[in-house]
């Protein structure tokens, strides 16, 4: 009976898998047929390799890396207790010199602590808490690189095979920026959406140019093998391009340090500034800082250089360039009557404290006039205000630059009718207000004035290429051949040389400085909020360097700055252009070793070797630089009484033979001196203040 029994219930359990197989094979075979032709017809999309952001020079900014997380599965087959015990040791010695956090004793202690944590919880479970795996434990808490993780992989123990040692990773690809945070806004970043898994660029750089950067995705379909099914690619994934930008590396670095000396120096909120190539528009170097509220330190924060704020004075010089093209201009030194203050349409337009009764053009632009730029819009716009936004229509200062920076607006200028307030309206947009204007337009059209007129087009591509082949060279556009004519650009760089260096410029005492000759605008404009203009001020300064030859345009704004626009924002600018001055990117020689060729009188720039009371100093500066014929300045002669002579003296040594005297010494401006306050051999009493105008010959 037992064995009748048990040959039923194999009988029957053989029937049940025969009935099975009937129905798989013969009752429900077009249905199983279907399922196995959808998964061997089934295509999934092969992600492509997003191409890199480089630098002007190839420099990579951006970039895909592939880093790896790695694991060990403990309740693997072929982990044993007694090989693993025989190699812990030298692996934990291995794992000491790869990551000194720990020394080995430690690694040790702290791997079979957490096995053994891992193991109980899945043999041993906690009171009314189910057994649990844990196949995946994590050896280190950070992911690595491929040469770190080949590396980890030859170590004892995780060099057996795999069904051995239970060792495992997984790669995940990330967006490495070598240089951290220079750039990071205009770069931009990456990551998933919500409605695809794909890594897409979602600001800056990144999100303006995904379409190139990110490529085609390619499809894999599976195949049919005796061990299983495999997915084979069936269309390859097109890599996006890499794309040269015209960042320069250098110039960035210049750029964000003098920027955030600057914020730092004057707690403003945040600070923007743009750098860009006269000739060309390209936009070497752009830095946005804001201040952590966390830190208050200043980090990469809005791309301030694409949004629009009210511009304050620095609209004036394209207010004039439109006077000057219309011909309401054409004398710059004819004086015009401005006064002090000016009724019009019901509101007082006041110049105090520094009114005066006429005002040439060059003077409206170099004392920031509102009256007389007012008086300029109004003589050709006050019957038509909205004219005067037409006309700027027509230069093209409204066409959109598509830069490939993510966020970018244009300038918003009402349109304006006949009614009594929009001739009002009309004076405040002739000098800044009631309108709005991305720094980065500003910038363009003060280019243009340093480009004899031809607008060109601020761009940050350059190129763009795949697989280390160029495919398209971006060439130089114009968003207008002439927005203004040679001779017009002419008068504008003269006006705003005036700033910088005329003797009542608004930038003259922050700005000049003889080695590089800059030109330039200040501008201020209160903050708006809610209609209201409040006590915080937004300081620009907009200009181009070296005046005779411009190479380079730059404009700064800064909000909440504890000082003027010409001692924030223009700072920036000089700060930046003496640094470049220094590293000899202006055309200039940037040290003092003599010129390998050419000879004196045929226009080479030779050094100069400053005077000092000291022979030795001389020689060794002759003989370790290579000077050969090196300017020669007479020593300043001895007083036997009085106030030490120190004309001629480099700072060093004058301060030094002043102080040794008992003077305090004040010093205005760089290199040699060439003038003091008190002559050399008069009387002084100790303790009396001496001041040393310096400057370079």
């Known amino acids: 009976m037992r064995y009748a029994i048990v040959v039923g219930i194999m009988l029957l ?60 599965d403990w309740f693997t087959d072929g982990i044993k207790t007694d090989t693993l015990m025989k190699d812990i040791g030298p692996l934990c010695d291995s794992l000491a010199k790869f990551d000194d956090s720990m020394d080995a004793s430690q690694w040790k202690k702290k791997l079979l602590q957490d096995r053994k944590a891992i193991m109980d919880a ?67 970043n990456v990551g998933q959406n919500e409605t695809s898994s794909s890594i897409r660029g979602h600001s800056g750089l990144e999100m303006a140019l995904d379409s190139l950067l990110y490529g085609k995705p390619g499809q894999a379909q599976s195949i049919q093998l005796t061990n299983g099914i495999v997915r084979a690619e069936s269309v390859p994934a097109v890599k996006g391009y890499d794309i040269t930008t015209t960042i320069n590396v250098q110039l960035q670095d210049i750029v964000e340090n003098e920027l955030n000396n600057m914020c730092l120096e004057t ?26 509220k966390t830190t208050g330190e200043y980090v990469e924060g809005v791309n301030h250089a694409v949004l629009g704020y009210e511009p304050g004075s620095v609209v004036k010089t394209i207010s004039m ?3 000057l093209e219309d011909g309401v201009v054409s004398d710059i030194n004819a004086p015009i009557a401005t006064g002090s203050d000016w009724m019009y349409a019901g509101r007082n337009i006041s110049d105090r404290p ?16 509102n009256i007389g730029m007012a008086k300029l819009i109004v003589k050709d716009y006050g019957q038509n205000p909205g004219g005067f936004r037409k006309r700027l229509e027509e230069m093209g200062f409204f066409e959109p630059f598509n830069t490939g920076i993510g966020g970018e607006t244009t300038p918003n200028f009402p349109v304006l009718g006949n009614k009594i307030w929009d001739k009002l309206s009309l004076t405040r947009q002739a000098y800044g207000y009631a309108t709005t204007i991305p720094p980065l337009y500003t910038l363009a059209m003060y280019n243009a004035i340093a480009n004899d007129g031809k607008f060109v087009r601020p761009h940050l591509v350059k190129k763009l290429s795949r697989d280390g082949e160029p495919d398209s060279i971006i060439p130089v556009t114009y968003v207008r051949k002439q927005v203004c004519s040679p001779e017009n650009a002419q008068k504008l760089r003269i006006m705003l040389r005036d700033v910088v260096w005329g003797s009542h410029g608004t930038a003259r005492h922050w700005v000049q400085d003889e080695r590089v000759e800059i ?23 907009c200009g181009f360097f070296p005046y005779d030859k411009p190479k380079y345009s730059c404009i700064v704004l800064m909000l909440g700055a504890d000082r003027g626009a010409g001692a924030s924002s223009g700072m920036v600018v000089k700060n930046i252009a003496l640094k470049m001055y220094a590293h000899g990117l202006l055309g200039n020689l940037p040290d003092y070793a003599q010129s390998s060729t050419g000879k004196s009188g045929e226009g080479k720039n030779y050094p100069t070797l400053f005077a000092s009371m000291s022979d030795r100093k001389a020689s060794n500066i002759r003989r370790g630089l290579g000077i050969q014929a090196p300017h020669s300045y007479a020593r300043p002669g001895k007083s036997e009484k009085g106030v030490p002579n120190v004309i001629g003296l480099n700072v060093r040594e004058a301060i030094k033979v002043l102080e040794d005297a008992g003077l305090t010494v004040n010093i205005y401006g760089y290199g040699m001196v060439t003038g003091q306050s008190l002559a050399a051999g008069s009387h002084y009493a100790r303790g009396q203040r001496i001041d040393l105008r310096l400057r370079n010959i």
């Not at 429900?28 to 630098?55: F, M, Q, S, Y």
């Not at 743009?274 to 752009?286: D, P, R, S």
């Not at 520094?354 to 632009?365: K, L, S």
């Open 13 to 72: 359990f053989s029937a049940m898998i025969a009935w099975n197989l009937f129905k798989t094979t013969v009752i429900h075979a077009a249905e199983w047929n279907a399922k196995a032709e959808k998964v061997l017809t089934d295509t999934v999309p092969i992600e492509p390799e997003r191409g890199k952001l480089l630098a002007d020079n190839g420099t990579v900014l951006a970039a895909n890396l592939q880093y790896y997380v790695v694991r060990i």
């Open 122 to 188: 899945a043999n041993h479970p906690a009171p009314g808490k189910k057994a649990r795996k844990n196949r995946a434990y994590r050896l280190f808490p950070y992911m690595l690189t491929h040469k770190e993780y080949e590396r980890v992989r030859q170590f004892p123990f995780l060099r057996r095979a795999k069904n051995k040692n239970g060792f495992y990773y997984e790669k995940h690809n990330r967006r490495i920026k070598p240089y951290g945070d220079m750039a990071a806004r205009s770069i931009g």
């Open 267 to 292: 707690g403003a909120e945040w600070g923007t500034c743009v750098l860009m190539e006269v000739a060309t528009g390209e936009i070497k170097a752009i830095s946005n800082l804001e201040r952590s």
């Open 321 to 323: 360039m439109v006077a």
């Open 354 to 369: 520094h009114g005066a009764a006429t005002r040439t053009p060059r003077e409206i632009i170099e004392t920031s006039s």
């Open 519 to 541: 030109a330039g605008k200040t501008g201020t404009a209160f903050t708006n909020a809610a209609g209201q203009y409040g006590a915080q001020k937004r300081l620009a300064f």
